[in-house]
């Protein structure tokens, strides 16, 4: 462990994880507010962050571990529902044979809580028009014939990623895609459908490492990260975000939210007004890590989004690239070892450099203006 407090200079090349794999799950579209609209959650996200931190000077890429897929289906079960990867396995082929053929599966019911309220409890629905309404929570998260591989080819890469620091790396970085953050224990929504970060996280706390923290600095508030660990003390849930009464996921991460009985304190929720610069940002980070840092934390997971960036379609804060080296390097001034998977970021121009310098920033590499930026 580093120095409690200390900047570390990481000295050897930071190990990267990636896999081609993502480019299984491809979907066109999404729904968005009722119109279908180019899904933003892309291929070409994943391929312009892997082309950026391979040429960016400082990290070396790593292969996934070997495994087999039942370790992997195990990873997941320890934090979602096993049915729900049952049917993430089967929901798309059973689509074209028992409803009609489509590249991409969006369900039209979803279960409302107020259907069924004050009645008896939910049941599974057997048709798979309904089976969509009961694991997915909203329309902009398609699965499509490979999304299933992909999904578990993140989780893969998630678990590869967070092994090399137990065995004793300062940092490592996974390019998770799909991202995570937004699938709960028993459901799937907003481009994410396992929780690559609460996979890792489990994974961490399974192997002995102590306690461990998820900082979530993406744009979005990381539901599904919360609700898995709502009541867990051992398990640090930490996220800066657009404040819910005007941002996506829009029921949750508000900052009264901390933690189920088992864990009052333990769920860290910092709403942030629309036009967050860099300045407010640090400030509000500055006040969560002291609040992490108090809770005599072994690891960090962090699950990194920079769709806060003042090009991001998807957001409305106003980071630059310094804000987000910036970013990385505090959270690493927390001295502990620090473990990044990717979550969200769609302005495909920027996306790669902003990762690069947010990892600089955790690896104590200087500050380099990135190139996408320069005409901006
Ligand atoms: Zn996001």
Redesign the pocket.
């Known amino acids: 462990m580093w120095p409690e407090g200390s900047q570390p200079t990481v000295t050897e090349a930071v190990p990267f994880v990636a896999t081609d794999a993502h480019r299984l799950h491809d979907p066109t579209i999404e729904v968005a507010w009722g119109a279908p609209i180019a899904m933003y959650e892309c291929v070409e996200r994943g391929d312009r962050i892997e082309a950026a931190v391979r040429s960016a000077p400082g990290f070396e890429q790593r292969p996934t571990a070997e495994r087999d897929d039942a370790e992997v289906d195990r990873a997941i079960d320890a934090v979602h529902d096993p049915d729900l990867r049952e049917f993430l396995a089967n929901g798309w082929s059973r689509f074209q044979r028992e409803a009609e053929p489509r590249r991409e599966v969006f369900p039209d019911v979803m279960l409302h809580p107020a259907v069924l309220h004050g009645m008896d409890a939910p049941r599974r629905p057997h048709d798979i028009a309904g089976e969509l309404g009961w694991w997915c929570w909203e329309t902009n998260t398609p699965i499509v014939e490979g999304t299933f591989d992909a999904a578990r080819a993140a989780v893969d890469v998630a678990l590869s990623t967070i092994e090399l620091v137990v065995d004793g790396h300062r940092l490592a970085y996974g390019l998770c895609r799909p991202p995570g953050h937004h699938a709960p224990r028993a459901a799937y929504g907003g481009y994410c459908y396992f929780n690559n970060a609460a996979i890792a996280a489990q994974r961490a706390v399974e192997a002995g490492v102590g306690r461990v923290a998820i900082i979530d600095v993406?744009?979005?508030h990381g539901n599904g990260s919360q609700q898995i660990f709502w009541d867990r003390d051992d398990v640090t849930y930490a996220s800066l975000h657009g404040d819910p009464r005007r941002a996506y996921p829009y029921f949750c991460g508000h900052r009264d939210e901390i933690g189920g009985s088992q864990a009052r304190g333990a769920t860290i929720n910092r709403p942030l007004p629309a036009g967050t610069d860099d300045a407010a940002y640090a400030a509000a980070l500055a006040e969560v890590l002291e609040r992490v840092d108090d809770r005599n934390i072994d690891l960090i997971v962090v699950s990194l989004?920079v769709?806060t960036t003042a090009t991001d379609p998807?957001g409305d804060f106003r980071l630059t690239p310094a804000g987000l080296h910036a970013c990385g390097r505090e959270i690493a001034r927390l001295g502990r070892p620090m473990v990044v998977l990717q979550?969200?970021g769609y302005d495909l121009e920027t996306v790669g450099d902003d990762v690069v310098s947010w990892l600089d920033g955790a690896s104590g590499a200087a500050y380099v203006f990135p190139d996408a930026h320069s005409d901006r």
Do not use: R
């Open positions: 993406d744009y979005h989004g769709d998807l979550e969200g």
